[in-house]
């Protein structure tokens, strides 16, 4: 089907997910220009992909708003950053919103862009989970390759940072915890993120994270040609948030990498800044490699000494020192936030929408109470095992004749 179409009126800018171009210098696309051929870090393919090609008399462009793509009718222009333009659009046939992310067409002709390009589509339909926005499909039209996914009412949190300001303690640790249980499935389904960051990190309006752009991930699979896609030349993450290992070798990361660039991450939604903000791109590199993970108390002394000791952790610079999976890290968060619940007076439950306020006459006893209550319900449940009860009538006791053996 050719571009064309009527023009439709363009959705409301509050409705829109915000995705934001990457500012100049936060990402790494290019920077470090192309590596060899025989770097251990660029791709091994199998076989070439064919490129795209437009049916006869088309060029390929990307569409504008009120134009369609295939059966997609597309609204308005969301954002993008080094690879693929994100757009909001409608399946007409399905009639449902969705977000059209489309390949540009002078990207389209780099043999390895497209490659990474599929193999978003393909990371991105393993991960069937609440932090995962869910691919509906991909395809081509028109000389243009597009991934259709599921389109998320939200505000990324580079964003909502910049908006609000620093995010309590408590609300930054949820959001941990929750992106840590989607690493925990990705990890599961063999996918590696590799591009951790607070703008690719979705809040909807009922307090989900949602993991976005899996233009960087992995997907670890024993193949005989290590035949993994890895970054050459294209894009190797957002220096930002980049763990050590993977600046030297994006072929070395694993789910330890993605745990330190969630600590990158909470830092700066406790801070509202990087925890390397200054210098350039070779500083910053170099600050990830050997500088310690600076104090985030030095900057808001509020947080607590546990959720400082959690980011050394999550950031220490050897992959060995810090937690070994997600979901490692995930229990250690549900417990942190559970510990803060109960100093704070309030009980954590799963969600923003689910703190409950304890009287303040029982916080201040709280922390006496609850041993003195564990140890009644337990005389209590040893009372009815074993103690007899005063209106039952003991059972008369029935003599048992001795039996003497006869005398020989």
């Known amino acids: 089907m050719s571009l064309g179409g009527s023009s439709v009126s363009r959705a409301r800018p509050e409705s829109r997910a915000e995705v934001p171009k990457e500012s100049p210098g936060s990402s790494a696309g290019g920077v470090m220009g192309p590596l060899p051929a025989d770097h251990p870090t660029v791709i091994a393919r199998r076989e ?52 059209l992310k489309i390949l540009p067409p002078e990207q389209a002709s780099e043999p390895e862009i497209r490659a990474r390009f599929l193999n978003e589509a393909r990371s991105a339909a ?6 995962f926005a869910l691919v509906y499909e991909a395809g081509e039209e028109n000389g243009l390759s597009y991934i259709a996914f599921e389109f998320i009412e939200g505000i990324n949190l580079r964003t909502l940072v910049e908006r609000e300001g620093p995010l309590p303690v408590e609300q930054a640790l949820e959001i941990v915890l929750q992106v840590a249980q989607a690493l925990a499935h990705a990890a599961r389904k063999g996918v590696v993120h590799r591009d951790i960051k607070p703008s690719n990190i979705l809040l909807t309006p009922d307090g989900q994270a949602k993991l976005i752009d899996l233009g ?17 030349g294209v894009t190797l993450g957002t220096f930002d948030y980049i763990s050590p290992e993977q600046a030297r070798n994006p072929r070395a990361a694993d789910q330890r990498s993605d745990i330190y660039s969630l600590g990158c991450t909470l830092f700066y939604l406790l801070t509202g800044q990087p925890p390397y903000p200054g210098g350039n791109v070779l500083q910053k ?40 999976t997600a979901e490692d890290l995930a229990a250690e968060v549900r417990w942190l936030l559970d510990r803060l619940a ?13 703190w409950v306020s304890i009287p303040p006459g029982l916080r201040v006893h709280l922390p006496w109470l609850v041993p003195v209550l564990v140890l009644v319900v337990a005389g209590w449940i040893l009372f009815l095992l074993w103690g007899a009860s005063p209106t039952e009538t003991p059972e008369p006791e029935i003599p048992i004749p001795k039996l003497v053996a006869p005398s020989q």
């Open 48 to 99: 070439p992909l064919p490129a795209v090609e437009a049916p006869p008399g088309i060029v390929p462009r990307l569409p504008i708003p009120g134009e369609m793509l295939g059966h997609f009718r597309v609204d308005e222009f969301i954002g993008g950053g080094g690879m693929g333009r994100v757009f909001r659009a409608w399946d007409v046939r399905l009639e449902r919103p969705v977000a």
């Open 126 to 131: 393993k991960l069937v989970h609440p932090g």
């Open 216 to 232: 960087l991930a992995r997907i670890q699979i024993p193949t005989d040609g290590g035949a993994d896609l890895t970054a050459s």
């Open 285 to 324: 590199l170099l600050q990830h490699q050997g500088e310690p993970p600076p104090d985030v108390r030095k900057i808001r002394p509020d947080v607590p000494a546990e959720v400082a000791r959690l980011l050394f952790r999550m950031m220490a610079k050897r992959p060995e020192d810090r937690f070994q």
């Open 342 to 354: 109960v100093l704070s007076g309030q009980s954590f439950r799963p969600g923003r929408k689910h």
